[in-house]
């Protein structure tokens, strides 16, 4: 049973950073895709970024771009959201998704993520 453990949310002042963490277990071969996903109070869930572990390539909505950074560390499964940058309306729970979609689902933006984590939450206050 493939398991994702989350870590790093808190609270920040516009500006500030944080790093989000998601490490993976519980199956015979690691997942190919790994996504961070948010969700805000009264909000739909929205993928803010993803990696095809096996590639390297990386997909970001347009709102963090240039703000956000994903990578991975194989030896330890583990993929993390490195956050810069914060802005209020970053306010959100955020969730670890993985999955073995194809590449181009998965860096096509519109992966909706297969096993999730219990999420993580990230406060941003102005």
């Known amino acids: 049973q493939v398991q994702l453990m989350e870590s790093g949310g808190g609270s920040v002042q516009a500006g500030g950073s944080l790093r989000l963490s998601c490490a993976a277990s519980?199956?015979?071969?690691?997942?190919?895709?790994m996504a961070w996903f948010r969700q805000a109070p009264g909000k739909e869930r929205e993928g803010v970024a993803v990696?095809?572990?096996?590639?390297?390539?990386?997909y970001y909505i347009d709102s963090v771009k240039g703000r956000f950074t994903i990578s991975q560390d194989n030896a330890k499964d583990t993929v993390y959201l490195q956050m810069n940058s914060l802005k209020p309306e970053d306010t959100a729970m955020y969730y670890c998704?993985?999955?073995?979609?194809?590449?181009?689902?998965?860096?096509?933006?519109?992966?909706?993520?297969?096993?999730w984590g219990q999420g993580t939450q990230v406060t941003v206050s102005s």
């Open positions: 998704a993985a999955g073995w979609p194809t590449r181009t689902l998965c860096t096509g933006g519109r992966w909706p993520g297969k096993y």
């Open positions: 519980g199956y015979t071969y690691s997942p190919n895709c």
């Open positions: 990696i095809h572990t096996d590639s390297g390539n990386a």
